[in-house]
């Protein structure tokens, strides 16, 4: 659903603070327990409220105005206190990101609906996306600045541009925490037990890159990532929507540019596909086969570069290919058709790490292998996304490929020589 159009900002400045924005605020929290922004309506939150249409919209343009005041809020009121990137590098700002990290998984415990809510529309709610971004930028500063003073005194090797690091970082926390609260993923059941995990998984990326040879960073062709040609309608209505995302995003393509595209009629399209989600689900559960079969081949290679040149090769595959993750990564939160799918093709994914890990390491591992392939499958994901949007420190796709295929090695595998000295 595309929210509806802002037309006008608040009539004066507000500070959150008076009795009918806290009664707004509140109910809103409430109810998003219970359903889902694009299913709540400004009456509902009228009712719980119990405050008039007209002191709503004195306030508030739309549901989504009132969540972006929320998160702004929540976020406020969870790192200015503490204030992590205010300290100086070094133990004092480690022990502030310590602190800042226990606070974080308290903000998601309290409020994960919220939470959720806000990153389910990160990349169709503008005003959310600049809360939202605003407080992520200041922790990746944080974050990259104590790796830098860490390298610089001698306690982790040289790596990744310590930006991208935190970036990464960053990532992981949002999409294990997400997947945690909203129970998506059984190898996390909630957002506290991915803690342990990510903390690994940081003591890894810590510890730099285990490539000893640059050149293994070629790209190597994929195999199979496009669309096999369609010999029937709904195979070329698929191609049709493949072609269109390599200009468009999902959120803005209708059944009728895709009947247009595909030379059929919307009668035809709706015969085959019940809306524009359903057709992409079925696309997407396409193209995703070649992506964890490749993955399942490599995570059991008995060379462990295998592993690493994974992502690699991902981000050299088909354009239609990498369109269809593009989108599907931004939007699988929000459909229900697609999250079916793409959690299945997840699960299949995390099996196999978790087999790897725990046939590689062991009793090495202190943390349970199934959450920890299940944190590293959702730093990869997330973070792979942002290199595919160019997002902000993760445009360098080649040194973000790079960076998530030494993670994965490192992980399952346990070859990253300095991990030891990061982790003593």
């Known amino acids: 659903m595309t929210p509806p159009r802002i037309s006008r900002a608040r009539p004066r400045a507000h500070d959150g603070r008076s009795g009918s924005e806290t009664a707004i605020f509140a109910a809103t929290e409430a109810l998003l327990t219970e359903t889902t922004l694009q299913d709540l ?8 409220a ?42 004092q700002r480690a022990r502030s990101l310590e602190t800042s990290m226990a606070g974080t998984v308290e903000l998601w415990s309290a409020h994960g609906a919220v ?45 990744p541009p310590p930006d991208m ?4 970082l960053l990532c992981a926390l949002e999409r ?29 990326a810590l510890a730099g890159p285990i490539t000893p040879d640059p050149d293994a960073a070629a790209p190597r062709p994929h ?18 929507v493949g072609r269109l995302l390599c200009t468009n995003s999902l959120e803005e393509l209708s059944v009728a540019t895709i009947a247009e595209a595909a030379e059929t009629s919307r009668a035809t399209f709706y015969f085959y596909f019940a809306s524009k989600e359903d057709a992409f689900a079925a696309l997407f559960g396409q193209i995703a086969e070649p992506f964890v079969h490749l993955i399942e081949q490599r995570v059991n290679a008995e060379d462990p570069t295998e592993l690493g040149n994974l992502v690699v090769d991902w981000m050299h595959g088909d ?81 973000v490929a790079r960076m998530l295929g030494d993670l994965l090695v490192a992980t399952v595998f346990g070859t990253c020589s300095a991990l030891e000295e990061v982790t003593r």
Not at 165 to 168: E, L, Y
């Open 165 to 168: 690091v935190a970036t990464m």
């Open 176 to 204: 294990t925490f997400y997947v945690g609260t909203r129970k998506l993923d059984a190898r996390i059941p909630t957002a506290v037990h991915a803690a342990a995990a990510l903390n690994e998984l940081a003591a890894h």
């Open 223 to 240: 195999e199979q990532t496009g669309l096999p040609e369609p010999t029937d309608t709904a195979g070329g209505i698929l191609h049709a």
């Open 319 to 399: 354009e239609v290919a990498l369109a269809v993750v593009r989108n599907a990564v931004h939007e699988w939160p929000r459909h229900p058709e697609l999250a079916k799918v793409y959690l299945a093709a997840a699960d299949r994914i995390e099996d196999a790490l978790a087999a790897a890990i725990s046939a590689s390491r062991g009793s090495e591992v202190n943390v349970d292998p199934a959450e920890l392939a299940a944190a590293l499958w959702w730093t990869v994901e997330n973070t792979f996304a942002g290199a595919l949007a160019a997002e902000g420190h993760l445009a360098d796709a080649e040194g």
């Open 41 to 48: 309506t400004v009456a509902q939150i009228i009712g719980r």
């Open 115 to 159: 939470i959720c809510a806000a990153i389910e529309h990160l990349y169709t709610v503008p005003q959310i996306a600049e809360a939202w971004f605003a407080v992520r930028e200041k922790l990746i500063q944080a974050v990259g600045e104590q790796i830098e003073y860490e390298r610089s005194h001698g306690r982790a090797p040289a790596g």
């Open 50 to 91: 119990g405050i008039s249409r007209a002191n709503f919209y004195h306030y508030f343009a739309s549901k989504f105005d009132v969540l972006a005041a929320l998160v702004a809020r929540l976020l406020d009121e969870a790192y200015l206190p503490d204030q992590p990137w205010s300290a100086p590098p070094g133990k």
